[in-house]
């Protein structure tokens, strides 16, 4: 997560948009969101959360059942604060799959 100003000015907007970074926590480690993303609040941050719990959800389809509980998926801000922690096993209730 280093590297990333803290709220960089958006050029097209003229406005301040916070950064977020989506991590992934499982048992073989940890995947760093190393860029972030901006994104206007915490609900916009949410939903892009749960797309991430999506993707993986879709990746890793073929892992164990019991696999699949260990992934979390951790919002933070550039404080390097963790807003939110999200089990996948969570998120497969929340996704609506098409």
Do not use: C, Q
């Not at 389809?61 to 951790?74: C, G, T, Y």
């Amino acid at each position: 997560m280093m590297g990333a100003a803290a709220n960089p000015l958006n050029e097209a907007e003229g406005v301040t948009m916070p950064r977020y970074y989506i991590d992934v926590r499982s048992t073989f480690g940890l995947d760093e969101d190393m860029d972030g993303i901006e994104l206007p609040d915490l609900n916009a941050a949410h939903a892009e959360a749960l797309e991430v719990g999506r993707k993986l959800r879709e990746r890793w389809a073929e892992m164990p059942h019991d696999a699949r509980h260990d992934i979390v998926v951790e919002l933070v801000d550039d404080g390097f604060r963790t807003l939110l922690t999200l089990p996948l096993s969570e998120l497969e209730d929340r996704l609506v799959l098409h």
